[in-house]
């Protein structure tokens, strides 16, 4: 490692200490707007480390971490959506947690770990990101003690995610053993020259065991068992994070190397992604149709989204690269406001706001959340205007590109049942009359006001995802400048 | 400009109807209707002004362009441009606007801010999906004005409105969509041919296609039209979204949204893909056959008033059909007519059934009858425009039918023969309606007050143009006649492979409305 390495790794250091500092900061001073302060402070500063860095043009850091444009890009990316967590936890927090500073602690350790998985160039870093991330997330999922599914969601995730870790050791070591290099850039040039790497039972097993690791960190079927649970059980801004950087960090990653790969249509393992990429459009909108649970259908259509996404992975072309990128932000974006609308909804008695009925009615009591909540499901949905009808636009375009006709016709098929679950919400609070709630329930009946914080997040958000629905140019020019660089 | 200022004016207004409907909702109203009036007047003076020049030989059919980079990395433009077809159908945007404002002005009591901004946020998207000529931007605004239509049935319908809206919801998606899938097809065929990826309507015209691609593109934009117009068997959402929307959204749904879809295969289907929809024209008109008849035995069967005035939708608009598949000046210029004769004519019905429910609060045709006694005012209009339905001469929609049917004969004479046999069945449904309802034994609960004078001068100024277009169709028709000729240039009905004279009318049409200089941005970039 050169000296001059240290100021490329500036925006890990700066993430690094921040961590350090909110959790010391923890231990003296109890005010939780501090804390919040410190954490941010700490985002912006690995942000402006990250315009340092950019300086310096892609380069590679030891064998393991690459900090490219693409990496860059994305790392800024995390930190943002992380930062936007941030704000929409204060709010969750100040009602209901007497002890948060730990909290962010966590936070800003998992983006951490998000941001070295995306920059990951070697087996070893790529476990160790995933792992640091994961286990910050056990503990960020069970965090908040008022309600016993937290605990239990944190427990959920724990289990399976440690045994999908087991899944990925153990590939990583298959292949390691068959081919001699943990190298991911190796990897990938092995696989395209065929030098030398017959396909041993070795090798496809190791392969196999990989693609259920990464599976599992992205929700799609058939490893999308745990989504719906620990999207219910978790803090609604846990799963904002969960459903964001955890699984965007993931869909990076692979972007990266499956393109190096570049697999041919057709070919084996092609067949077994786009069979994951239409189950998963297929069950998620499905599934999606039976709950009357926002977060849970949240979950479903979030597999879903997943599938999409891997649509424009199976194109070929810079163009997917772009699709896949813009779909990912505007994913983000989306997910962002949908969750702080349930966050901002859940009481302080430690409810979640989370059973359809808890939004009959809505519009009339908050309009606000009401109408953030409705743009954001018909950004999900795709509907113009709106970021997500220009990022399914460009999956569809990239699909179309690379003629995945049979693909791209379960998609259409599988997001018009999508529409559906979307406007029962949107009917739920536009149509419906209130139901009588008991008294102290999560989403009071009487207008509350809306915290500060939140109510600036949320209108950012919203209007982001209009900018980006009628005037996306710059982002796509943004966009196709970061995915240049890749192969 | 005017186009941009035509697009961009229901926008505007609908927001300031929101915001001043928050305080007094009769400003709401009364912002909503100066709007749509305004509108109106600068959209006819553009056209008395710009008249004259839709005869001037070599200017090309549009009267009117405007040409913008949006996305260029993606070839996507903001290209608007009207020929007399499109000005007609944006004059008609916002005549049917001010009448739906003033058909909602006692029948609409709660959020009245936000159905004006829905309203008026259908109408803009309405007037952008007349006037686009980018594929991409035709889809955005096609897509975009399923949300306000969806919250005009779903907030302010009758008893099964969300039902309805969602069915009304889903099946246009899916067609949709399907449609976008065709429309990046093309874009991506013609990126490869030419190596120009672009969505500009003009630039595609020419697209070299292979009969089996040209034709399941087709029915992917087809999926789309067949929805909105609705042709049997894709029909179903229509009887429910009408019957459950309330006035003023049966009278959008009515006069404007499905008429997209005789204006997109118009403009888009068939002079996209000529060669496979002239091949595959027998089946269409079959099914234009069918609709007519179908929706008018359906009519005939029906107890709910609204629902009887839906499905002769369906068969009016099987007249539509026809005439597109036709294709010779006749049969389009009968279906021009048609879609203007029927948007005041169905609309004007729509439009007394929510007067009638407002004073009886029933559709059942069967709780009511002698209601001549009472309202004659209101038994007149409806005969009028019964009697309108039915194609009685001197009123448009006979010319129109008349019109169609001529230009139908030379290409398929059972077809004819058979919609002929329509114009019998829409007599009896429609005189059934005058029968059951205004004539006949009294009903002692059908007692209600006549129309008032907001009500009898709106639908006297819906009677006044079908008068108008039944005695002197001639500007309307002169108005469409160029546009229409150059679709009829690009997509030519003798020849079964026109592709080279497509190629060369396609290149006519780009002369007409372009200044040399401004070249349509492309995205270049290999793929």
């Known amino acids: 490692m050169k000296p001059g390495d240290i100021v490329t790794l500036l925006p890990f250091i700066a993430l690094t200490l921040s961590a350090v500092i909110v959790m010391l900061a923890g231990t003296f001073h109890t005010s939780h707007r501090l804390t919040v302060g410190l954490t941010l402070g700490g985002l912006a500063w690995t942000g402006a480390m990250l315009a340092v860095t950019a300086t310096r043009g892609g380069r590679q850091v030891t064998d393991l971490l690459l900090l490219d444009d693409y990496t860059l890009f994305f790392i800024g990316l995390l930190v943002l959506t992380t930062a936007g967590v941030v704000l929409i936890s204060y709010g969750y927090l100040e009602a209901r947690e007497e002890h948060p500073h730990d909290y962010y602690t966590l936070l800003l350790l998992a983006t951490l770990g998000g941001i070295a998985l995306v920059a990951s160039t070697h087996f070893a870093s790529f476990f160790l990101g995933l792992e640091v991330l994961s286990v910050s997330l056990y503990t960020l999922i069970a965090y908040p003690r008022s309600r016993a599914s937290f605990i239990e969601a944190g427990v959920k995730y724990l289990i399976l995610a440690a045994a999908t870790a087991a899944f990925l050791l153990f590939g990583m070591a298959?292949?390691?053993?068959?081919?001699?290099?943990?190298?991911?850039?190796?990897?990938?040039?092995?696989?395209?020259?065929?030098?030398?790497?017959?396909?041993?039972?070795?090798?496809?097993?190791?392969?196999?065991?990989?693609?259920?690791?990464?599976?599992?960190?992205?929700?799609?079927?058939?490893?999308?068992?745990?989504?719906?649970d620990i999207y219910q059980g978790a803090p609604a801004p846990v799963t904002?994070?969960?459903?964001?950087?955890?699984?965007?960090?993931?869909?990076?990653?692979?972007?990266?190397y499956f393109r190096q790969v570049s697999i041919t249509p057709h070919e084996t393992v092609w067949i077994i992604f786009a069979a994951i990429a239409a189950a998963s459009m297929i069950a998620g909108n499905l599934l999606a149709l039976l709950q009357a649970n926002v977060k849970r259908l949240l979950a479903y259509s979030s597999i879903a989204h997943l599938g999409y996404i891997l649509v424009a992975f199976l194109a070929v072309g810079r163009t997917a690269a772009v699709a896949v990128t813009f779909y990912l932000v505007a994913y983000f974006v989306t997910t962002l406001g949908a969750f702080g609308v349930v966050a901002e909804l859940s009481g302080p008695t430690g409810a979640e706001a989370e059973e359809l009925d808890d939004y009959r009615g809505l519009a009339a009591r908050r309009p606000f959340l009401a109408a953030t909540l409705a743009i954001a499901l018909f950004s999900l949905?795709?509907?113009?205007l709106t970021a997500g009808f220009i990022g399914k636009f460009y999956v569809v375009?990239?699909?179309?590109?690379?003629?995945?006709?049979?693909?791209?016709?379960?998609?259409?098929?599988?997001?018009?049942?999508?529409?559906?679950?979307?406007?029962?919400?949107?009917?739920?609070?536009?149509?419906?009359?209130?139901?009588?709630?008991?008294?102290?329930?999560p989403a009071t009946p009487l207008a509350a006001p809306t915290g500060r914080t939140i109510g600036a997040v949320l209108a950012t958000v919203t209007a982001l995802v209009f900018v980006l629905g009628v005037y996306p140019s710059p982002l796509i020019r943004l966009l196709e400048h970061v995915v240049a660089g890749l192969p | 400009m005017i186009l941009v200022a035509l697009l961009a004016w229901p926008f505007v207004a609908g927001i300031v109807a929101w915001v001043a409907g928050r305080r007094r909702p009769e400003a709401a109203r009364w912002v909503s209707a100066l709007a749509m009036a305004a509108g109106l007047v600068a959209?006819?003076?553009e056209w008395v002004l710009k008249a004259p020049d839709f005869d001037l030989a070599g200017h090309g059919p549009f009267v009117a362009s405007v040409h913008a980079a949006w996305i260029p990395q993606l070839g996507i433009s903001f290209f608007l441009a009207a020929d007399g077809f499109s000005l007609l159908m944006v004059a008609l945007?916002?005549?049917?606007?001010?009448?739906?404002?003033?058909?909602?002005?006692?029948?609409?009591?709660?959020?009245?801010?936000?159905?004006?901004?829905?309203?008026?946020?259908?109408?803009?998207?309405?007037?952008?999906?007349?006037?686009?000529?980018?594929?991409?931007?035709?889809?955005?605004?096609?897509?975009?004005?399923?949300?306000?239509?969806?919250?005009?049935?779903?907030?302010?319908?009758?008893?099964?409105?969300?039902?309805?809206?969602?069915?009304?919801?889903?099946?246009?998606?899916?067609?949709?969509?399907l449609m976008l899938v065709a429309i990046l097809a093309l874009y991506v065929i013609h990126g490869r041919q030419t190596g120009v990826y672009t969505f500009d309507y003009l630039r595609l015209l020419g697209t070299h296609l292979s009969l089996t691609t040209a034709t399941w593109l087709m029915l992917g934009f087809f999926a789309a039209f067949a929805v909105k117009l609705p042709a049997v068997p894709l029909h179903t959402w229509l009887p429910d979204a009408h019957t459950q929307a309330p006035t003023a959204g049966s009278l959008v749904l009515a006069a404007l949204l499905i008429k997209i879809g005789a204006y997109g295969m118009i403009r888009f289907m068939v002079p996209l893909f000529p060669h496979a929809a002239f091949h595959a024209a027998p089946v269409f008109m079959g099914l234009a056959v069918l609709g007519i008849l179908y929706g008018a035995v359906l009519a005939f069967a029906q107890r709910d008033l609204k629902r009887l005035v839906a499905y002769t939708s369906v068969s009016h608009m099987g007249f539509v059909l026809?005439?597109?598949?036709?294709?010779?000046?006749?049969a389009l210029q009968g279906a021009v007519l048609e879609i203007v004769c029927h948007a005041f004519s169905t609309g004007a019905l729509f439009a007394i059934v929510g007067l009638m429910q407002e004073r009886l609060h029933t559709r059942d045709m069967d709780k009511m009858g002698g209601l001549w006694l009472t309202a004659p005012g209101l038994g007149a209009m409806a005969l009028v425009f019964a009697l309108a339905s039915l194609g009685l001469p001197v009123l448009g929609n006979f010319v129109a039918e008349f019109l169609?049917?001529?230009?139908?004969?030379?290409?398929?004479?059972?077809?004819?023969?058979?919609?002929?046999?329509?114009?019998?069945?829409?007599?009896?449904?429609?005189l059934w309606i005058v029968q059951r309802v205004f004539q006949g034994r009294e009903t002692p609960a059908a007692v209600m007050p006549d129309l008032t004078l907001r009500e009898a001068g709106m639908l006297a100024a819906m009677a006044a143009p079908l008068l108008w277009l039944g005695v002197y169709p001639q500007p309307i028709l002169n108005t469409v006649r160029p546009g229409l000729d150059a679709l009829q240039r690009v997509a030519v009905r003798t020849t079964p492979a026109p592709t080279s004279a497509a190629g060369a009318a396609a290149a006519l049409l780009r002369t007409g409305e372009r200044s040399p200089g401004s070249a349509a941005p492309t995205s270049e970039e290999p793929r």
């Open chain 1, 174 to 228: 298959l292949v390691y053993a068959e081919l001699g290099t943990m190298s991911l850039n190796a990897l990938a040039t092995l696989h395209i020259t065929g030098g030398g790497a017959a396909e041993t039972s070795l090798l496809i097993g190791g392969f196999a065991l990989i693609i259920v690791g990464i599976g599992f960190k992205l929700g799609v079927v058939p490893f999308h068992m745990w989504t719906p």
């Open chain 1, 240 to 256: 904002a994070f969960v459903a964001t950087v955890s699984k965007g960090a993931m869909v990076a990653l692979l972007l990266r």
């Open chain 1, 381 to 384: 949905a795709g509907i113009p």
């Open chain 1, 397 to 441: 375009d990239a699909g179309a590109g690379s003629r995945l006709w049979w693909l791209l016709i379960v998609l259409v098929a599988s997001s018009t049942i999508g529409l559906f679950y979307y406007t029962r919400v949107v009917v739920a609070m536009y149509v419906r009359q209130p139901v009588e709630l008991p008294e102290g329930s």
């Open chain 2, 43 to 45: 959209v006819i003076v």
């Open chain 2, 93 to 177: 945007c916002y005549a049917i606007g001010l009448l739906a404002v003033l058909s909602s002005w006692r029948e609409v009591t709660v959020r009245v801010g936000f159905f004006h901004f829905m309203l008026l946020w259908t109408i803009a998207a309405l007037v952008g999906v007349f006037t686009a000529l980018d594929l991409f931007l035709f889809y955005f605004l096609f897509e975009m004005m399923l949300v306000p239509m969806y919250f005009l049935i779903a907030i302010w319908g009758h008893e099964r409105r969300v039902y309805a809206a969602v069915k009304f919801f889903l099946f246009t998606q899916i067609g949709g969509l």
């Open chain 2, 322 to 330: 026809l005439a597109i598949f036709a294709w010779n000046t006749l």
């Open chain 2, 404 to 430: 169609i049917l001529i230009g139908t004969w030379p290409v398929s004479e059972p077809a004819t023969v058979l919609a002929a046999f329509g114009l019998v069945a829409a007599t009896v449904y429609s």
